[in-house]
C-alpha cells in the first residue's frame, strides 16, 4: 500500500517481506547521503572531491521492483552510484591531461625560459660586480647627477636629496654605482630605488645615508646566492617537464571497470524497464 505525503509518493508504508528491502534501502541511501555530507562538514581541511550521490527517486518499475522484492534493484542503485563516481574521477583524470598539455605546451618552456635568462643575467652581473669591487679603505665611489662622490657620506647625502627631487612614478636614472644604473621613482608614498644590470635589483632607501649605500651593497652581495636559487628553480622545472612527459598520454586506469559496470547499469536498465516508456494510466 502507498499513501500520499504532501504531493509526493512516500515508500515507508511498503508491506509484507517486501517491507524489509525497503527499510534496507532507505538505510542504505541515508549512509551514502550522510558519507556526503561528512565530506562537506567537518572542521578539518576537505576532500579535493565529493563522491556523487543523486537524489533518490523511485520510479515505477523500481517501486514494482522493491515490492517483488526484486535484488536487482538495490545492485542498481549500488552501480549509479559507482558509474557516477568513477565517470568524476575520468573527468578529473582527462582534465589532469589537459593541464598537462597546456604545461607542456606553454608553461613549461615560457618558464624554463625565464629562468635560464635570469641565470644568465645573474653571471654577467656577477662579472660586473667583480670588475668594480670595493678598494682597501672601503668605499669605491659613487656618481650622483653627474657628481662624482669619493667619500662614503658625501655620497650617502647627495642620494638621499636626489631620492627627494623625484615625485613621479616613472623611474628616473640618477646615477652610477659599481657598474650598475641606479633610478629612482615615487610609489605608495615611498621611494624605490633600483640598480639595473643584466637583471634589476631593488632596494628600499631609508634616511640615514650611510645605511642606504649599505643596504646597496648588502642586495648586490646577494646576487650568488639568487644564482644558485634560479638554478635549482631550473633544475625543478626540467624534473617537472620530464615527469610530465612521462603522464600525458596515460589512459584512465579504471576505465575498463567503468566499462564494465556502465553495460550492467544499462543492461539492469533495460531489464527493470527504467528510464524506458511508462505505461499509461486510465
Keep these: 500500500m502507498l499513501e500520499p505525503c504532501e504531493g509526493k509518493l512516500s515508500c515507508t508504508v511498503l508491506r509484507g517481506e517486501s517491507g524489509s528491502n525497503t527499510a534496507d534501502l532507505l538505510d542504505q541511501t541515508l549512509e551514502n547521503k550522510q558519507k556526503f555530507i561528512s565530506q562537506i562538514m567537518t572542521s578539518k581541511s576537505p576532500v579535493r572531491s565529493c563522491e556523487y550521490v543523486d537524489e533518490t527517486a523511485l520510479s515505477f518499475a523500481e517501486i514494482k521492483a522493491l515490492c517483488a522484492g526484486d535484488p536487482r534493484i538495490r545492485e542498481r542503485m549500488d552501480l549509479d552510484l559507482e558509474v557516477s563516481r568513477l565517470r568524476i574521477m575520468k573527468a578529473d583524470h582527462n582534465s589532469k591531461q589537459y593541464r598537462l598539455e597546456d604545461d607542456l605546451l606553454k608553461n613549461f618552456p615560457q618558464q624554463i625560459q625565464e629562468a635560464q635568462g635570469f641565470i644568465e643575467g645573474l653571471q654577467s652581473d656577477i662579472q660586473t660586480l667583480q670588475q668594480h669591487p670595493h678598494p682597501t679603505d672601503g668605499f669605491i665611489g659613487m656618481e650622483i647627477n653627474g657628481m662624482s662622490y669619493t667619500d662614503k657620506a658625501s655620497a650617502g647625502t647627495a642620494l638621499l636629496d636626489a631620492c627627494r627631487e623625484i615625485t613621479g612614478i616613472e623611474p628616473v636614472i640618477i646615477g652610477n654605482y659599481r657598474g650598475f644604473a641606479l633610478s629612482v621613482k615615487f610609489s605608495g608614498f615611498t621611494h624605490k630605488l633600483t640598480l ?18 649599505t643596504r646597496i651593497d648588502n642586495a648586490l652581495d646577494k646576487m650568488p646566492e639568487s644564482l644558485e636559487t634560479c638554478k635549482i628553480k631550473l633544475s625543478n622545472l626540467l624534473q617537472q617537464q620530464e615527469a610530465a612527459k612521462a603522464e600525458i598520454g596515460k589512459p584512465f586506469p579504471q576505465e575498463e571497470e567503468l566499462q564494465r559496470k556502465s553495460a550492467r547499469l544499462s543492461e539492469l536498465d533495460a531489464e527493470l524497464n527504467i528510464g524506458g516508456k511508462q505505461p499509461e494510466t486510465a
Design 196 to 213: 639595473k644590470g643584466a637583471v634589476s635589483y631593488q632596494v628600499e632607501p631609508g634616511a640615514d645615508a650611510r645605511g642606504n649605500l
